[in-house]
């Protein structure tokens, strides 16, 4: 594991908590968390369950990701990205994640991952590589909606993002190949 921090270099912002029935901080991401489709043994590529509380006042939308900066990329490796979540939403149900998922709110939008694939994929550090850790963040901003194409990257979307956050919610789960 490396030291990058993912927010070292971004301006700081008030934080707020949030919270997981699926993970704890810290703690190494379950089976249902873990990837399938990139071939780990009883993984389902379920995105945790999350609550978040404590956003600051004004609040208007949300944007989580899970991204993972340990990744052998030079660049990282985004999981998963979800924009414009109405301000009233607190939760996201595990699975929430799933392709065309009807549990997301329905302002939500899904963005490409780093596979392509606009749902959430689950972790999957490559063998020898290592513990990684998937940052869970719950951004909280002043807009009801960001002005992106439903084809934006998530790099594209921290761009887009960071002149609007208000607020940030962060837990870290991990995995490791031998996990």
């Given amino acids: 594991m490396t030291d990058n ?8 912002v008030p934080s707020f908590a949030v919270t997981s ?3 704890s901080h810290g703690a190494a991401l379950a089976r249902a968390q873990r990837s399938g489709l990139f071939g780990v043994a009883g993984g389902r590529d379920r995105s945790p369950q999350l609550s978040w509380t404590g956003a600051p006042d004004g609040t208007k939308s949300y944007v989580v990701t899970v991204y993972d900066p340990d990744a052998p990329t030079g660049s990282g490796f985004w999981h998963w990205a979800v924009a414009d979540i109405p301000a009233t939403t607190n939760t996201l ?3 929430a994640g799933a392709p065309d998922s009807a549990a997301l709110p329905h302002a ?3 963005l490409r991952n780093d596979a392509g694939l606009s749902h959430y994929l689950g972790a999957a550090p490559p063998d020898g ?3 990684h850790r998937y940052y869970i963040t719950v951004n909280a901003l002043d807009v009801e909606r960001l002005d992106i194409p439903d084809d934006a990257t998530p790099a594209f979307l921290g761009f887009a993002l960071s002149e ?3 607020g940030r919610a962060v837990l870290i789960g991990t995995a490791d190949a031998s996990d």
Avoid: K, M
Avoid at 5 to 12: I, N
């Fill in 5 to 12: 921090d993912p927010f070292a270099r971004l301006p700081e």
């Fill in 21 to 23: 029935s699926s993970t």
């Fill in 93 to 95: 149900e595990e699975g």
């Fill in 164 to 166: 609007h956050i208000v």
């Fill in 129 to 131: 590589h290592g513990r």
């Fill in 108 to 110: 939500a939008r899904q």
